[in-house]
């Protein structure tokens, strides 16, 4: 009777291999570990928001990352977050097909738009999978009162930053003894700046201040000499602007090179008012006071975020933070429903006093969707850096208000 | 018979579609693609069949947006109401847009100028006044309801702008076999032939812009409802004028189905690239490649490649 051979041949080596994870279980491990939660970001990568639209899947994206880094979402059992990137070029019937082609990849929540424009339908065609909608960027207070409940937005809207422009102008201007009277409003045409601009007409005067002109510009525009022309003959001590990126930076120039002499030019939400532009155009930008979302400069994590974002060789505008901090506040809304499903998230973001962000806000505090605690800093150039003047308390420099003729 | 067979098939696959294809995502292609098909054939009746080629169809699109939206909104209007006001609208400012071009001659190019003007115009117009919402646009409060014309599911759009689709066909079939439409491509081939034929050729060409633009209006109320928000850019943009000829041409200009093909293919390579790629921009330059491609090898549209097969097959 021979013995069984107890020899190990190859062939049977790499059966055992193949059959002991089976005896030890690992598919149990294997299936217990979290599946990923779906993520869409849908911003405008293609078209002339595209800039913006790609700040803002970075920030999305590096946000995702950091959690994914970090464990994932705990209470799901480490579920990482995966992004679906969605392109809405800017278009709303766009928009509403990138939604529903990531609803049937099993998004289970959605970051977007940059536009309002594209953000008021596609949260409208998410709304009705009750689909949680997060607003990174996105101005238009309609956005979040049409009564969605699955409608998010951690920044300010128009009619917040419009009253901490008034506000925090109207203490700026009382500190330099009301050094301006009167101003020129200059917006672009679209929903963002036609509604900035109707907002601050109505309320600069409440500061004293007397609006001699509105003034509407095309999307795109090249040239603003005549507009200049113009400004020049009113002679306004301020030019207030409402502009995306190109034109902000196109009127600024202008209004520099023509030696046109104001007590200072202040924006709200100005599109081009970045590093960018600082570091591009020192000699205009110097001066200039915008109002608009910005981080808490006190803040030791938006800092390191600055620093890793500039190693990178980009810049850290306001879309990036912006979004960053919105996937950040939809993860923490899914850390505390301990669940993707869909209802639970839009309670627990809802009901959200999240304050681990590095945003000048306090905790989180949702009415309708709209974070109420959401607050626009004043920000003035210099020829080097961006510093926040107003509200005082996060303040890193004074203002230099009026700012130096140029004659 | 024959003549109505593939009309027939065809609205047998696209009232089945929805029943077959159930998700919303197919759905959503289904409502874009019958949805350029009718602002594609809108643009194809004027500029295929009787050689009115226009840049600004447009301002066809953005009044009949507006028209029904500002009813809706501002007058409680309901917008199936809205739907009818605004092929009117659209038949007005069609008729008034050709008379005044046609009376003082302008043809051709300086005729696609004109349209182009007009649309600009209308869009810095409704820019500028109040009761269109100026730069902010109107939007149109949700209460999703049929008779509301906010169905609560896409499959409700999609059967309105099949029945849409539909009745731009039957228009076109009907230009293909009527004496109107013999007189059309009479003043198309020549139209100093056509009125040395006696053929009235400014109200003929007055009749078919009215016609045009009262079906592309009603394609701008679809639109309105559909997405609940519309603004100056997005309904009188140069982008819709664009988007309409493109079908049109990409299909083939002045035949029956050449917007619905070309719709077809277009809103598939649009999603499709969208869906295949994430890198910036490629799937815009794929669409772009694929647009050369048809112009260079089928010069009169993608209709070409059915008629080729017919040919082979009678051969």
Partial sequence: ?407 | MSAWRVPVALLAVALAYPLVFRTNFAINFGVLVLFFAVIGQAWNIAGGFAGQLSFGHAVFFGTGAYCSTILHVKLGINPWLGLWASAAAGALVGAFIAALSFRFGLKGSYFALITLAFAEAFRILTNAVEFTGGGLGLLIPLKRSAANFQFPERIGFYYTILALAALSIAIALWLKRSRFGARLAAIRENEDAARALGIDTFREKVKIMALSGALCAAGGTFYAQYFLYIDPVVVFGADKSVEMLLVSMIGGTGTVYGPLIGAFLLTLVGEGTRALTNAQGLSLIIYGGLLIVIIAFLPNGLIDLFKLRWGRRRA
Wanted: hydrophobic fraction near 45%; charge should be positive.
């Fill in chain 1, 1 to 407: 009777m021979s013995q069984p051979s107890h020899r190990l041949t190859r062939r049977g080596f790499i059966g055992a291999a193949a059959a002991a994870p089976v005896a030890f279980g690992v598919p149990t491990l294997l299936q217990a570990q979290a599946r990923p939660i779906k993520v869409g970001l849908v911003h405008p990568i293609t078209g002339f928001l595209a800039y913006s639209g790609g700040q803002c899947r970075m920030g999305a994206m590096m946000a995702i990352e950091e959690i994914n880094a970090a464990g994932g979402i705990k209470s799901m059992g480490g579920a990482k977050l995966e992004a679906l990137l969605g392109d809405n070029q800017a278009k709303p019937e766009v928009g509403v097909s990138v939604v529903e082609q990531m609803q049937e990849a099993g998004v289970s929540a959605y970051i977007g738009c940059f536009s309002s424009a594209v953000a008021l339908p596609a949260t409208q065609a998410a709304a009705k999978y009750n689909t949680p909608f997060v607003i990174d960027v996105g101005a238009s207070d309609n956005i979040v009162n049409r009564g969605l409940r699955n409608v998010f937005r951690l920044k300010p809207g128009f009619n917040a930053c419009v009253d901490d422009a008034i506000a925090g102008l109207g203490e700026i201007n009382k500190a330099a003894g009301s050094a301006a009277k009167s101003a020129v409003l200059v917006h672009e045409e679209s929903e963002f700046g036609t509604g900035t601009a109707k907002l601050l007409a109505g309320k600069l005067p409440s500061i004293g201040i007397e609006v001699r002109e509105v003034m509407k510009h095309a999307n795109p525009t090249r040239d603003f000499a005549n507009l200049a022309l113009r400004i020049r003959g009113l002679k306004p001590d301020l030019v207030v602007m409402s502009n995306y990126q190109n034109e902000y930076v196109l009127l600024a120039r202008t209004l520099h090179q023509q030696k046109v002499d104001l007590a200072g030019m202040f924006s709200v939400l100005g599109g081009g008012f970045n590093y960018k532009f600082v570091k591009e155009l020192p000699d205009v930008a110097q001066y200039m006071i915008d109002t608009n979302h910005w981080f808490d400069p006190t803040n030791a994590r938006a800092q390191a975020m600055k620093k890793r974002v500039e190693a990178k060789g980009d810049l850290f505008t306001f879309e990036v933070y912006l979004a960053y901090n919105a996937v950040k506040f939809l993860a923490d809304g899914m850390e505390r429903a301990g669940s993707a499903d869909k209802e639970k998230v839009n309670a627990a973001l809802a009901a959200s006093t999240w304050s681990d962000h590095f945003m000048p806000y306090g905790p989180t505090r949702m009415v309708n969707g709209q974070n109420t605690g959401g607050k626009a800093a004043i920000l003035q150039a210099s020829k080097t850096d961006i510093d926040v003047i107003w509200p005082t308390r996060f303040a890193s420099t004074k203002a230099v208000f009026p700012k130096p003729r140029f004659s």
